[in-house]
């Protein structure tokens, strides 16, 4: 069987000359040779600001970019019918469709209502800050532009456990909505800031069956509209996990598929916060490793005053490698993005092989690093280059990375790991070298199927052949602040 490798196909100032869904298209058949078998695809439905969404601002989940509602008929990546056109000929090059879903909230309601809310302490949301009070939010979706279409499910706010605007007033606050499901917030796996549902616009309410419902059949309808083969949960540690087990369950059954689960349960600091989540949720989710992305990041500002030896600790893909997602960096990320921590160039290379030519883990490779990206945002020019290297680490990871990994992380600055190959992948084994300091040598053992057997630098930054000894070992080396992988030289 192949390694699995996704790339999350966007970043969040998309902005060439094709729309997403039209370039996707033209890009399958390139993406299946590069070795690539999953696409996560941005939110595919109509965010508030129409056009000009990058979607995670959710206005009406079932405008695939079809009805004319907030002044675009498509969205930023383009209209329903590309949007099918794109999904079909993935499939067709026998890659994997992954859908972006939002259900923690809702943004550009239709309609006003007045609400019984009250407010809350925007750094601990348990405690109120005002008595019961009446305010005018825009808590009403009746997606008039649909006209009931695919459903005729109105929202109000009933369905919502919070707001963050009052109309009238013109006041910006955390409001908590006063309801038949209670006055407070809902019991979620984030407890930072005393209650984490809350996060922004109109914060969706599980706890009313009629909401959940809805979801339900909305994840059908999309399904049964897209031929999906996955789903990516946007935000899930401000959401009900009953609800999430809930959904995924029905989603498995109702639709016979077993679908590829990740979410985003976004935390830098606790591993043992992402095992929680595992737990509770029954490991029905992958999750994307939000720890190794900032081990990298803390590596990449370090240099060689980082130690090496303690790049994987305390992250999901040592302590749970079958349900790590592994990536480098994301939308979020990325340069002038509120969760900014972009990994320098230098250690791309080393992130990349960390993710790709290792075991652990499903690793997703993000957009720019392919093909780049030029922006602007506040005033900030914006240049990312792709990463030279990544073609020729893909491939590694599709045809040599299999088999027992043996590993070397026995230096500060340098440490290394070789996959001894298997028997269904030709000429498969491999040896990677890295180092963050000086340039390194190492012996490392790849097994004695190899005795006498050549070994070179596939990214060519060596230039030795290294014999594999009598023993199964051999002597390998990278250059200062670099890595070098290690194949089999094929004549
Ligand atoms: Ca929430």
């Known amino acids: 069987m192949q390694n699995q490798t996704l790339i999350q196909y966007f970043h969040w100032y998309y902005n060439e000359s094709a729309n997403l869904w039209t370039k996707a298209k033209q890009e399958a058949a390139n993406l299946a040779t ?72 809702k943004a550009g309601g239709d309609e006003l209502e007045k609400i019984k809310v009250k407010k809350v302490n925007e750094d601990n949301r348990n405690e109120f800050i005002s008595e019961e009070m009446e305010i005018e939010a825009w808590t009403k979706f009746t997606f008039a532009g649909r006209a009931g279409a695919h459903s005729d499910f109105i929202w109000d706010h009933r369905c919502f456990s919070g707001v963050d605007y009052a109309e009238d007033m013109k006041e910006s606050a955390i409001y908590a909505i006063q309801n038949e499901y209670g006055e407070g917030w809902e019991e979620v796996p984030s407890s930072e800031l005393g209650n984490y549902d809350y996060l922004m616009f109109d914060d969706i309410d599980f706890r009313n069956q009629a909401v959940r419902e809805e979801l339900k059949r909305w994840g059908k309808w999309y399904h049964e509209t897209c031929n999906l083969d996955g789903f990516r949960l946007d935000a899930v540690k401000h959401i009900s996990p009953e609800f999430i087990v809930e959904w995924i369950d029905f989603m498995k059954a109702e639709c016979g598929k077993d679908f590829f689960i990740v979410a985003e349960n976004w935390n830098i600091e606790s591993v043992e916060e992402l095992e929680k989540y595992i737990e509770i949720t029954g490991g029905r989710t992958q999750l994307f490793d939000s720890l190794l992305h900032h081990n990298f990041y803390l590596a990449s500002k370090a240099g060689k005053e980082y130690d090496l030896n303690c790049i994987f600790e305390n992250t999901l893909a040592h302590r749970n490698p079958l349900l790590a997602v592994t990536f480098v960096d994301n939308h979020d990320s990325q340069p002038m993005q509120a969760l900014e921590s972009f990994i320098e160039f230098w250690f791309r290379p080393l992130a990349y092989s960390m993710i790709l030519l290792r075991e652990a883990g499903i690793p997703c490779v993000f957009y720019t690093d392919v093909y780049g990206a030029e922006y602007e945002d506040d005033g900030h020019k914006v240049e990312l280059i792709g990463l030279a290297e990544l073609p020729q680490l893909l491939k590694v990871r599709e045809d040599l990375s299999y088999g027992e990994q043996r590993d070397y992380l026995d230096h500060n600055n340098c440490i290394g790991w070789t996959r001894a190959g298997d028997e269904e992948h030709p000429n498969s084994g491999v040896a990677v070298l890295m180092s963050n300091g000086d340039e390194g040598f190492k012996k490392m053992e790849i097994g004695k199927h190899f005795t006498g057997k050549i070994f070179i630098d596939i990214l060519g930054k060596r230039n030795e052949e290294v014999i594999i000894d009598d023993e199964g070992w051999g002597e390998f080396f990278c250059e200062a602040g670099s890595v070098s992988v290690w194949v089999l030289k094929v004549d």
């Open 34 to 105: 590069m070795g690539i078998t999953g696409v996560w695809f941005p939110p595919a439905y109509k965010g508030s600001n129409g056009g000009y969404s990058i979607g995670y601002d959710t206005y009406d989940l079932f405008d695939l970019g079809e009805f004319d509602q907030k002044n675009s008929i498509a969205t930023k990546y383009g209209n329903k019918e590309e949007y099918l056109s794109a999904i079909n000929e993935l499939h067709k090059n026998g890659l994997n469709v992954i859908a972006d879903t939002i259900f923690n909230h």
